[in-house]
């Protein structure tokens, strides 16, 4: 795994959703009152973070020796059963039956010993990776945040992702979305009270018909 891959699976790793944004872009919404409250939005992009930061480059410094430590790991294991494959089959028409049944499931339960640790060792790597991105973003959130303040934005956004590194209480809209949503719910149940009384004397109506 050569460096410029590391920081391409660190940055796919990153990525939660695919969402398009044009760098400095600023937008509006309108506040309680009814007037435009101006948001102060930028965007970031979390590959090239990983790629220039002097934490992300010995992120993906320490990803690559892992890697390369368990994969000679690998390989040198691999050719050791392949060394003991060929003096099997040197051998193996001198031994007895009984010699080459024992030995033959040996080097069956050898191979199978063998990928089961190739898979340990790739899920270990694929833990060790998610754990160190995880918290790199960490990171990258907590730096969102500063810089957000020291320049007075309200939302900073990873342009690559979509995702929120950060956003001022200014830019969160979620007590305005809960009463728009407890708005409309109160006007469907009122319509659901006012529908029913006028259904059941509908029905009681066809049911005197009847009799």
Do not use: C
């Not at 102060?40 to 090239?48: G, L, P, S």
């Not at 040996?106 to 990776?129: C, G, I, P, Y």
């Not at 730096?143 to 957000?148: F, G, K, L, P």
């Not at 956003?167 to 979305?177: E, G, H, R, V």
């Amino acid at each position: 795994m050569n460096t410029k891959r590391s920081y391409l699976a660190l940055a796919l790793l990153l990525t939660t959703a695919a969402f398009s944004y044009a760098a400095d872009v600023k937008s509006v919404i309108a506040d309680k009152n009814g007037s435009l409250a101006e948001l102060n939005i930028r965007v970031i992009d979390a590959f090239e973070v990983m790629q220039h930061s002097k934490a992300g480059q010995q992120l993906a410094l320490d990803l690559q020796e892992t890697n390369k430590q368990w994969t000679q790991e690998i390989a040198e294991r691999g050719q050791k059963l392949e060394k003991e494959l060929k003096d099997y089959e040197a051998k193996k028409a001198t031994l007895s039956e009984s010699a080459r049944e024992k030995e033959e499931k040996r080097l069956t339960k050898a191979h199978r010993d063998h990928q089961l640790f190739v898979e340990e060792k790739k899920q270990d790597f694929q833990t060790k990776q998610a754990k160190a991105t995880e918290q790199m973003f960490k990171e990258m959130k907590d730096s969102a945040a500063a810089v957000a303040k020291a320049e007075h934005v309200d939302l900073i956004v990873d342009k690559a992702t979509g995702q929120v590194l950060y956003n001022s209480p200014k830019a969160d809209l979620t007590n305005k979305l809960v009463a728009d949503l407890d708005k409309k719910h109160d006007v469907k149940v009122a319509q659901q009270k006012t529908t029913k009384p006028a259904t059941a004397v509908a029905d009681a109506s066809k049911g005197t018909k009847t009799a």
